[in-house]
């Protein structure tokens, strides 16, 4: 019995395997679109330069908390009433203008907080706590202009929690990155 116990072969991860082919298919996938269609390969925006040029002078970014009050009031119900719920209480309403104001004060405007919220409108089921407690983790760690980007290409980033994003910020903008691409393909070849 022992001697078929040592006899018996490992066996292989197929998973694992099958996660490498996906992704370096993906990042192949990647390079040869961006090559025919005369893309850069990497593109770093004028807004990182400037993000990593305050932050060697130590220069702070602006709060989440300054940015709302910033913003107001005014335009957050407009753009709410675009979004076409009309069969909500007058109070539930209220609350969802509320955290639209955050999703919005954490993109840099109400048409901004308009396309992801419309894009993913699960978002504004977690309360204004959580959100700004991610939205500041994303700032924190990425940068006011990074953290907007990231959850514009991928709103559902909203969802997770502060301590998790601290954790995992990385992981997060790269997939961000991945969606957006793919959802850049959709676009260019009419599939969205």
């Not at 040592?6 to 197929?14: A, S, T, V």
């Not at 840099?108 to 396309?115: A, I, L, P, S, V």
């Not at 990231?150 to 709103?155: D, G, L, S």
Request: hydrophobic fraction near 45%; glycine fraction near 8%.
């Amino acid at each position: 019995m022992a001697a078929s116990v040592l006899r018996r072969r490992p066996r292989f991860n197929n998973t694992l395997l099958l996660s490498a082919v996906v992704w370096s298919s993906v990042c192949l996938m990647m390079l040869i679109t961006r090559a025919l269609t005369g893309s850069p390969l990497l593109v770093v925006s004028p807004a990182a330069f400037s993000y990593v040029a305050r932050r060697a002078a130590g220069a702070g970014e602006p709060s989440l908390p300054s940015t709302l009050a910033d913003l107001g009031t005014d335009g957050a119900r407009t753009y709410f009433s675009k979004l076409g719920w009309t069969s909500i209480s007058s109070e539930d309403e209220d609350e969802y203008i509320s955290r639209f104001r955050v999703i919005s004060a954490g993109l840099g405007g109400f048409e901004e907080g308009y396309r992801v919220v419309k894009e993913n409108s699960q978002v504004l089921l977690y309360g204004n706590e959580h959100l700004i407690a991610c939205i500041m983790a994303l700032q924190e760690t990425l940068g006011n202009h990074r953290a907007a980007d990231v959850i514009t290409k991928n709103p559902a980033v909203l969802t997770i929690s502060a301590p998790e994003v601290r954790r995992n910020y990385e992981q997060i903008a790269t997939v961000a990155d991945g969606m957006g691409f793919m959802s850049s393909l959709g676009d260019r070849f009419g599939l969205r």
